[in-house]
């Protein structure tokens, strides 16, 4: 029984245990005053559903944070009753190898039927950690079950004709918003404080560098834990950010203007879901095309002008992974995000603006131009900066498309690396997370992240200046 309990999988029987309770309160609370509410012998306060969502509240919530702490206590809770039945020269073994072990264990355990593996020891320490989850999973449902009894017959209790249900039921509803708009900000304030302290770390480990010495530095070479200037790998960040803003800016500029003024509202219906369908093409998508198909042409573009004889020899890299090929498919990639964001700003150009020029005699270009355009700019410049964002934060095409050679140099044919791909290429493999180099990555995530943050609100400013201004 124990081992049959062990092995089922604790989110179905946790959905089970909270869901049937929850919904035979919800039908008893709504039915608890509905001889009342026929016979007219009482004004109820609220509707019958809220008596129901109320009686399901008050069975429901008590389970949940029963289970939860269940969730959050059990598994260090268990591990520790089993290390303290293992043998004595099991228990002298380090913190790491010991918890290494518990996990082959965990991983053995959690098989359905698990098979033995000649090892006596092993065998008898996984059938007794699935006892010991059991009996844990036993007693927390034995729990969470009289918990949500109780709940259930204090909420029947309180269930009178009078009881203000309504205003309980909203109230649970305002403090489950709370909860899920803490749990976001608590999110993003743990990425943070994540990042700075690895980033404390990895100045203080040995062989690291100074902080000017990270951020001036001009050679990286991290795999073998010497060097960490990261200015190469931001010149590379930015060169690639560069050359696909200079693709994505015109293109998704001019094909919001179409859309927006020129394009009937028919066509404007087909082509703009068509055009953000490129944000929705996978991102490893661009890197094999930009890998396979872009990267050798540009090679052999790049061969065909180093082969003219004005040109010096070598003036061309050439080489078969390049920057250019990597902003160009991230380029078309950030399109949409121009393209969209831009057409909804000059939508929202008042149209008293544009019937003004046009009954002073301009033209529709003209008043494109000189009144449209310029009344949208901030808003335009902040999609401009979101995208921005975008290619400096993207991974996969910089990874398969444009190289990973740490260097500061102006050929777009030449093969450059960035932050992203240098952060991907230092957490992968066996990797030590005391050392130098690994903790360069969130040096490196860190620094990112504090750019990006930057673009972001400096973009988020613009754009509440242009509300301000047009609202």
Known sequence: MLQTLGHLPMGWLSFTLLAAP??????????????????????????????????????????????????????????????????????????????????????????????????????????????????????????????????????????????????????????????????????????????????????????????????????????????????????????????????????????AIYLSEYASPRLRAWVKPVLELLAGIPTVVYGFFAALILAPVIRSGAEWVNALPFVPDGFLAAQPQSALAAGLIMGIMIIPFVSSLSDDIIQAVPQTLRDGALAVGSTRSETIKQVVLPAALPGIIASFLLAVSRAIGETMIVVMAAGQRAQITLDPTSDLTTVTAQIVALLTGDTEFDSAKTLSAFALGFLLFAVTLIFNLIALRIVRRYQEKYD
């Open 22 to 255: 929850a919904f035979l309160a919800f039908y008893m609370g709504r039915n608890a005053l509905s001889t009342a509410l026929v016979s007219g012998t009482a004004a109820l306060h609220s509707r019958l559903n809220y008596y129901g969502y109320y009686a399901a509240m008050c069975t429901l919530v008590p389970g949940l944070l029963v289970l939860l702490a269940y969730h959050l206590l059990a598994p260090a809770s268990i591990r520790a009753q089993l290390s303290s039945e293992l043998p004595d020269y099991m228990q002298a073994l380090s913190s790491a190898e010991l918890n290494r072990y518990l996990d082959k264990l965990s991983e053995h355990a959690g098989l359905r039927h698990p098979p033995d593996t000649g090892n006596q020891l092993f065998d008898m320490a996984s059938r007794r950690l699935v006892e010991i989850e059991a009996i844990a999973r036993l007693i927390a449902f034995l729990m969470a079950g009289t918990a949500m009894a109780l709940g259930y017959g204090l909420a029947m209790r309180r269930i009178q004709p009078g009881f203000r249900a309504r205003s309980h039921v909203e109230f649970g509803g305002r403090i489950l918003l709370f909860i899920c708009a803490g749990i976001a900000v608590l999110t993003t304030f743990g990425i943070i404080f994540s990042l700075i302290f690895e980033t404390l770390l990895f100045f203080s480990a040995p062989g690291a560098p100074t902080l000017a010495g990270f951020l001036f530095g001009l050679d990286w070479n991290a795999q073998t834990g010497e060097t960490f200037g990261a200015l190469p790998l931001f010149f590379g960040t930015v060169m690639i950010a560069v050359l696909a803003m200079a693709v994505a800016a015109p293109i998704g500029l001019m094909s």
